[in-house]
């Protein structure tokens, strides 16, 4: 298990082959963005972006799937605190494939609870072609393994 | 069809009724967020959380279904731009029912592309107990009406 005490600010790491279908697109903006050029490839074909796009906070969804698989599993994790400049930068489309960078910007301890730290990632999502196709910093709260500590 | 030009700063409105349920928790959390206290009701127990969550993005999801079908259907919208100052400040549980309330904080027109602006809305998503159980402040992208006009 990492800790808070086990995180270190410069670190990064790089992960993940996400690879997004035009039935997942699909399905998840008819649940949760049902907007036409996410849902309708044809409507899509005559909007903005020319074509069928993921819902943002379906990439932002996907970001998180390879994040809990290959960097937050060993935390010791308490949940998400925020997320701040949250950037759609580019379209992703059927066929994409996505990858994350990770790097740890900034941590600190609670100053309401002992028993937890912040830590502040910030976070790149990229396609095959290497674009980043959105990009953002998030806050995750993570248990302290000394809680009286100064550390 | 509402147009850059039609939106008011200041302007604000409250809508929808989302029920969550266990089973939708779980089926967004195994796909995109497969946290044990989002996924598994007797590890959210021995968790921080003491009982079975949503995953943030999963609530952030709900949020937009609910902009989409009371909000931004009648816009000429061309998709989100991003998201300031988004913060998970309660858990959402089985059983909760989320509303969204809207203001309109700021608006600009674009400064590369004369076909379209950008408009800020803070967004609050509240349960049943009037608990703000998210907040965020979303930019979007919106059709102008006269693209050379100085309105």
Do not use: C
């Not at 020319?50 to 698989?69: K, P, Q």
């Not at 935390?75 to 400049?85: F, I, L, Q, T, Y």
Request: aromatic content about 8%.
């Amino acid at each position: 298990m990492r800790y808070y005490e086990d995180i270190e600010v410069g670190t990064t790491e790089e992960f993940g082959e996400y690879h997004v279908t035009k039935s997942e697109i699909v399905e998840f903006a008819e649940r949760y963005d049902p907007q036409p050029f996410h849902t309708d490839e044809e409507a899509a074909a005559e909007s903005a972006f020319g074509e069928l796009v993921a819902s943002g906070w379906h990439t932002a969804a996907m970001s998180m799937r390879l994040l809990v698989e290959n960097y937050l599993r060993e935390n010791a994790g308490m949940g998400g605190r925020g997320v701040d400049e949250l950037r759609w930068r580019q379209p992703v489309t059927p066929g994409d494939t996505l990858s994350v960078r990770t790097e740890v910007v900034d941590k600190r301890r609670s100053e309401s609870d002992p028993r937890r730290g912040y830590v502040d990632n910030d976070i790149e999502v990229r396609n095959q072609n290497d674009d980043v196709v959105l990009s953002y910093t998030v806050t995750g709260m993570i248990e302290r393994r000394n809680p009286g500590s100064s550390e």
